[in-house]
């Protein structure tokens, strides 16, 4: 069993940055492929990026890609996502999870808030 714990979230101007943590506890987690989630007002909630536990490859969404920065440190159990040059479509509640995500480990999640 995992626990996530997301924070790191808040208002920021369009351009701007935020680094979002996700604090993992349970056992092996760096065992795990890990991901960043979000979902906006009224959309369905959607994949931002993936790191393999293995090879450390990581993926990213489209739309984020030379943006954001996905990274772990098993040691602390903890996945960040750095976000650089902030849009206001950015704007959505981020959620950590495994990958391929599991029901019983979605979070509060972080509330990120873009404004133009």
């Known amino acids: 069993q995992v626990q996530l714990v997301e924070s790191g979230g808040g208002l920021v101007q369009a351009g701007g940055s935020l680094r979002l943590s996700c604090v993992a506890s349970?056992?092996?987690?760096?065992?795990?492929?890990m991901a960043w989630f979000r979902q906006a007002p009224g959309n369905e909630r959607e994949f931002v990026a993936r790191?393999?536990?293995?090879?450390?490859?990581?993926d990213y969404k489209h739309s984020v890609k030379g943006r954001f920065t996905l990274s772990r440190d098993n040691a602390k159990n903890t996945v960040y996502l750095q976000m650089n040059s902030l849009r206001p479509e950015d704007t959505a509640v981020y959620y950590c999870?495994?990958?391929?995500?599991?029901?019983?480990?979605w979070g509060q999640g972080t509330q990120v808030t873009v404004s133009s």
């Open positions: 999870n495994t990958f391929p995500p599991q029901a019983d480990y």
């Open positions: 349970g056992r092996a987690f760096s065992r795990y492929d």
């Open positions: 790191i393999a536990w293995n090879t450390g490859r990581i």
